[in-house]
């Protein structure tokens, strides 16, 4: 794993969005894997300024996110669908057609998460990944477990992820319980990761990635399995890697 250690969170966003715009430009056509949350809020604006002034094109560029709630309805501003068009989609010109998040209200839950990773692999499998990690070291929502969940599925979220992300939802109890997220398999059969971390909040978790053991109980350690991997994070997120 490539560890990238900057300054402060708008340091982390603009080397990430270097990253995917070194991407876009070598492969237009790419497939992004995209991530929703506080962490990737600069990469987008950066992306978007980078678009703006005619540096990339996101015309032939196909995303997928990595996740979505449960039962929230389609236009929750607190939905991924919300979050991803109004901080990035609705400022660039990614065709509609091209944009994936998995449906939380599908009738077939099941189908919905076998349909998304048909979709993924028809796409030509995802180029460059964008991931952020939980407090308790999850990617997507993939949460902490016993073993690791290979396929998009359903997942129950845990109470760490359930507390920290109450601070996008008018109460606790409004925070859905269930969410879809790609599995491990789908997150590493990606070609690239861009995984970004700040505060130091997140400062036990990526020490737990980058060098604890490789297990279900901290999802994101089984990035050390991927072969082309940069962890990008600020002095904060990297508190515990400093001697
Ligand atoms: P955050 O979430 O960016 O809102 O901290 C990251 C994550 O849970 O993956």
């Known amino acids: 794993m490539e560890l990238l250690i900057v300054n402060d969170y708008a340091a982390m966003s603009y080397k990430a969005a270097q990253f995917l715009a070194s991407q876009v430009i070598l492969k237009p056509e790419c497939v992004m894997g995209l991530a929703t949350g506080s962490t990737p809020e600069g990469l987008y604006k950066e992306l978007v300024k980078m678009y703006q002034m005619g540096l990339i094109d996101f015309e032939k560029v196909t995303a997928f996110n990595l996740d979505e709630y449960v039962g929230l309805e389609a236009e929750h501003p607190q939905g991924y669908k919300s979050y991803m ?3 990035f989609f609705k400022h660039v010109n990614i ?3 091209n944009r994936h998040i998995p449906d939380g209200n599908a009738a077939q839950l099941d189908a919905e998460c076998e349909a998304y990773d048909y979709a993924i692999k028809r796409a030509g499998g995802i180029d460059i990944q964008v991931l952020g990690i939980g407090r308790n070291g999850h990617i997507g929502f993939n949460e902490p477990d016993l073993k690791f969940e290979a396929e998009t599925h359903v997942v129950a979220l845990d ?3 359930i507390r920290d992300n109450a601070r996008f939802f008018s ?4 925070v859905p319980r269930y969410a879809i997220s790609m599995g491990v398999k789908t997150i590493m059969q990606a070609r690239k990761i861009i995984l970004l971390a700040s505060g130091k909040e997140k400062a036990e978790a990526v020490y737990g990635m980058l060098y604890g053991d490789i297990t279900p109980t901290c999802p994101a350690s089984v990035l050390q399995l991927h072969p082309n991997v ?3 994070c600020d002095f904060q997120a990297a508190t515990l890697l400093k001697k």
């Open 230 to 232: 940069t962890v990008i």
């Open 159 to 161: 109470e760490k992820t």
């Open 95 to 97: 065709d509609p057609t």
């Open 85 to 87: 068009y109004n901080h």
């Open 171 to 174: 109460a606790i109890e409004q």
